[in-house]
Each structure stands twice: as C-alpha cells, then as structure tokens.
C-alpha cells in the first residue's frame, strides 16, 4: 500500500498569498496518478487535480499540481476567501488498491 | 446532471448490521466502477471498497474484510453497502463516488461524490 503524508498539516494564510501543498509518497505513484480534492466543513470533496497537474472541469486556474514520482505538490497562486477548506491529495495508480492523505487544513491567519 | 445520495445510515450498536444505499442519477450507472469512502469525524478520507461496473469484481480494505460486503443493483441504479458485525471505528461519514471513465480495472480519480450518510456506532 502507497502511504501518502501531506505537509504541513495546517496553513495559515492571508487572503491573496500563494499558498504550497505538499502530498509524499512511500512508494512511486505510478504514471503520475494523483489527484487532490478540496473539502469545505459539511461538504463532499471536490476534484482539483487529476494526473498530478491536469485541472478537472471548472476548476480556476489560481489551482496548480505539478510534481513526479513521490512528490507532488499543489498551489494556489493568489488565495480567495472561498480557497480556506481542507485538501486532500489521492493516488489511484495501484489498482486495486487507492490511499488519500491525511489532508492538510487551509486557514486564514 | 449527476446525482449520487446516499441513505441508511444512522446510530446502531457494537456487532450489530446497517446497510446503506446510494441512488445514482443523471447517468448511465451501469457503465461505471462504484466506491465507498468514508470520513470519521474529524478525520480525513478512507476509500474502504469497490465494485466494478457489472458487480464481478470487488476489493476491499483489510479492515472491513469479511464484515463488508458491496453490491449493486444496475436495474435500480443503486449500490449497496452491507456492513455487519459494525465496531466503534466504523463510525464515519459514507460516501458514494466514481471516476467519469470506463478502463477496466483503473480506479481513476473521483470526479462525483455523494453528500454522505453518517453511521454511528455506538451502545
């Protein structure tokens, strides 16, 4: 089983910073399949990133994956109010099995 | 447009059993590998099991190996979670998702997720 561990594991920001997620893998992620949804408080996940740094459908282009391997990484440029929530990064290359990380909680300082 | 709820859950003692359901709408639910994923409270996200587009394969997590079992009925387009011999670390948030594609035994990323039925267990 891939064990993914997200860094840090909350992020105080201010609206219009940058802000850098950071998601390692124990094991390579095959042919680069992470993903990383966002979470707000009594909501359903939301797809981001599929492909390390493919943006899903909609998603502003504020929101960037990019990495390989075992180390991937999501930003968001200019932070909006709306950006504060959890995000969760998720490998889906080992069929059958799939692990997410712990999350990393987004917060506005 | 997609539409996935889930129902069933609820507060139920130690050893006891609970299913949950997931109605799909919106799409062809036949055509599509199914998960539950589950969130305790508090927590983050746990995939705990899937079943493939016409119920032959299934996998599960080790936790819930042998007390789970995830099945579907494509004429209703539901699918199922039966969860038996239920321990206090099952309580949770469930949720129905699936990934928009159809390669056989890739799991995709989730593109549609349901809102969640919480489960509690607890005596």
């Known amino acids: 089983e891939i064990v993914l561990t997200q860094s840090p594991g909350t992020l105080s920001l201010s609206p219009g910073e940058r802000a850098t997620l950071s998601c390692r893998a124990s094991h390579s992620v095959n042919s680069n399949y992470l993903a990383w949804y966002q979470q707000k408080p009594g909501q359903a996940p939301r797809l981001l990133i599929y492909?390390?740094?493919s943006r899903a459908t909609a998603i502003p282009d504020r929101f960037s994956g990019s990495g390989s391997g075992t180390d991937f990484t999501l930003t968001i440029s200019r932070l909006q109010p709306e950006d504060f929530a959890v995000y969760y990064c998720?490998?889906?290359?080992?069929?059958?099995?799939?692990?997410f990380g712990q999350g990393t909680r987004l917060e506005i300082k | 447009q997609v539409q996935l709820v889930e129902s069933g859950g609820g507060v139920v003692q130690p050893g006891r059993s609970l299913r949950l359901s997931c109605a799909a709408s919106g799409f062809t639910f036949s055509r599509y590998t199914m998960h539950w994923v589950r969130q305790a409270p508090g927590k983050g996200l746990e995939w705990v099991t899937f079943?493939?587009?016409?119920?032959?394969?299934?996998y599960y997590i080790d936790s819930v190996k042998g007390r789970f079992t995830i099945s579907r009925d494509n004429s209703k387009n539901t699918l199922y979670l039966q969860m038996n011999s239920l321990r206090a670390e099952d309580t949770a948030v469930y949720h129905c998702?699936?990934?928009?594609?159809?390669?056989?035994?890739?799991?995709?990323?989730?593109?549609?997720w349901g809102q969640g039925t919480l489960l509690t267990v607890s005596s």
């Open positions: 079943i493939s587009h016409d119920g032959g394969n299934k």
């Open positions: 998720h490998q889906y290359g080992s069929s059958p099995s799939t692990t």
């Open positions: 998702a699936f990934w928009n594609g159809v390669v056989p035994d890739f799991i995709g990323p989730f593109d549609f």
């Open positions: 492909g390390a740094s």
